[in-house]
């Protein structure tokens, strides 16, 4: 396997105005995870999955409650392939709490991961910095993901950079 990509929380509750947890402008990049994910030879969906009584709705409020709508992922971004999409249910911000991901990373022996979704500087930002921890090339699609703090995202991308990180547009990886 060559690259997996990683679909990065793009759920309901984030992506919509109507959802708990909106991150403005994330209905604009629907289409572009979707296009991704239908490129993608692996896509790992990312997916938080709460509780009702979630301790981390203290810090970010009460969003992706199991069984939800707003727990689903957009229809669009869905692949029908079973085989091509796996998805990561996880209670916690980071990816890597799911002890499921770092036995299909080995199964999986990519060369490298492509990442996007939201939000830029919470999740997205724990996926790639695990992702780099493998030593495996890792690369960010800008026009696919947002943020909540404009601030914090672009220190984010400049950290990883620094740390090794590619950038690409979806244009780019889309061609």
């Known amino acids: 396997m060559s690259t997996v990509f990683f679909d990065i929380d793009t759920q309901i509750d984030f992506m919509l105005p109507t959802g708990a947890l909106y991150v403005p402008g994330a209905e604009n990049i629907i289409p572009i995870v ?27 409020g009460h969003h ?10 957009p229809a ?4 029908n392939d079973p085989a091509r999409q796996f998805f990561m249910p996880k ?9 499921g991901l770092l036995p299909l990373l080995k199964r999986l022996d990519a060369a490298s991961y492509v990442v996007y979704g939201v939000v830029t500087e919470i999740c997205v930002q724990f996926a790639a910095f695990g992702l ?44």
């Open 34 to 60: 979707a296009a991704l994910n239908r490129q993608a030879p692996i896509v790992i969906s990312s997916m938080c999955a709460h509780s009702e009584d979630d301790p981390e709705f203290a810090v970010y």
């Open 64 to 73: 992706c409650v199991v069984g939800t709508v707003g727990q689903q992922k």
């Open 76 to 79: 669009a971004t869905l692949l």
């Open 91 to 99: 209670q916690e911000l980071d990816v890597f709490s799911n002890p």
């Open 132 to 175: 780099l921890e493998t030593g495996k090339s890792v690369t960010i699609v800008t026009d696919a993901i947002r943020s909540l703090d404009e601030i914090a995202a672009a220190s984010m991308i400049a950290r990883f950079t620094e740390a090794g990180g590619h950038l690409i547009t979806s244009q780019q990886i889309l061609a």
